[in-house]
Each structure stands twice: as C-alpha cells, then as structure tokens.
C-alpha cells in the first residue's frame, strides 16, 4: 500500500507514520509510506507517482490550506482517498466538498486511527486491489494494473503492463477472487481485464498494450456486452 502523508508538525508526522507502519507491518501488507511538509512538494510528488493509495493531509499546513490543496489535487487525481488532520473541528463540514473518506482529529487519533484505517482497507483498499501470494512473497496489484490472468498447470499468472506475477494457487480456485464485473473468461482459463480491451474481432481481441488474446467464439457476445457495462458505468 502507498501512503502519503502531508504534514508540516515533524513530531505528528513521525508519530502517524509509525502507527501506520506498525499496523501495516501487522496485516503482512507491503507498503511504502512518503512523507511531506509542504503542499507544492507533495502534489509534484502524487502528479508523478504510478499510484497512490490514500493520502493524510493537515487541513492547516502552515500557511497552506489543506482544503484548498486537495480541490487541486482532485483536478488530476480525482478519486485519491483523503483522511484529513486537523486540531479544529468547526472545519470537519469543510470536507464534504472534497468527499474526504474522514476526518481525523489530531486530540484523539491514537484512538481513532487504527478502527479508520481498518475501514478503509475493507471498503476501498481491498475491493481494488488483489493478493498474490507465491512461497512467502506476497504482493498487492491494483485491480486496474492487471490485464488478464491465465492459467499456468497447478497455478496462476497474472499479467500486467511490463510484468507478470505467478500465485501459487490454481486458476479454479483463484478465478473466484476476480471481480465479475471486471474480468471475464473469454478463451479456456484464460481471464481478461475488459476495461483494457480496445477491439473484440470475430475469434481474438486486442489489449490497449497492443497484445493479442484469442476469444472463444461463444464469448464473443458476452465480452461486447461486458465492455459496454463498464463503459456505460463509468
């Protein structure tokens, strides 16, 4: 998991990103926690990064308004998870605007953080996100960044753009952790990510990575259907 935290109060900084250590290091999740003391230097920082998982931010950072700073960041990354840190609760409403998941008061985050951060994984982190594990490896894709999955004898592989990661668990039993709506058999244990299909022709289909994947005949409709879903959901 990749988290930012933006904060100019060094100590509260230091002190958040402990417990966030010490509760990731507990889930077994990989993670990658990136520290800011002014909004300019974090917004380059997120503009750039391939992915971001959820971003703290203090709504007062110094003379920058933390508010303000996430309206400019919603214009490139619109759907980044915000917890707010704030010591002033008459600014808690302030949030609604930008959809921030909480607002977390400084005077008592000991307490709130770690049932928050629980939340957050269940009902946005892992809904998005998919678990390999291969021996004592384990890794976590975001669902968008997989674009098939196929089987491989007794386990699984997982394609993305520039790489593939192998999960030591059958195709039968992993398919199962593919959302439906997202993936969909399209050939014999063969699973593809219909957000990244560019053209479906009569028995093949085209990536948006320019790879080519054969397409059962019988599929054919079904994957149309599935791509106009997504599309008209979006």
């Known amino acids: ?90 600014r808690i409403g302030e949030g609604y605007d930008v959809s921030a998941f909480y607002f977390l008061l400084k005077k008592d985050f000991e307490a709130r953080l770690e049932p928050v951060f629980d939340r957050f994984i269940k009902e946005v982190f892992m809904p998005k996100s998919l678990m390999l594990r291969n021996g004592n490896d384990l890794t976590i894709l975001a669902l968008d960044d997989i674009y098939y999955v196929e089987a491989d004898k007794r386990s699984s592989l997982v394609h993305c753009a520039n790489t593939t990661y192998s999960e030591n668990t059958s195709i039968q039993n992993f398919a199962p952790n593919l959302p439906a709506d997202l993936f969909l058999e399209v050939y014999h244990a ?13 028995d093949s289909l085209e990536l948006d990575n320019d790879q080519s994947l054969p397409v059962s005949r019988r ?14 959901n979006r």
């Open 1 to 90: 998991m990749n988290v930012v935290i933006c904060e100019d109060d060094l100590h509260f900084s230091n002190l958040l990103r402990d417990r966030l250590v010490a509760m990731l290091s507990a889930k077994e999740l990989p993670y990658d926690v990136k520290q800011f003391s002014a909004g300019e230097a974090c917004f380059e920082h997120l503009r750039s990064s391939q992915r971001t998982d959820l971003l703290f931010m203090d709504i007062q950072l110094g003379t920058e308004d933390g508010v303000a700073l996430v309206k400019t960041i919603r214009e490139v990354l619109p759907k980044l998870p915000v917890i707010f840190l704030t010591s002033m609760e008459d």
């Open 219 to 232: 599929k054919r409709k079904e994957l149309m259907s599935a791509i106009m879903r997504r599309i008209q």
């Open 190 to 202: 063969l699973y593809v990510n219909v957000d990244h299909v560019r053209r479906v022709d009569a």
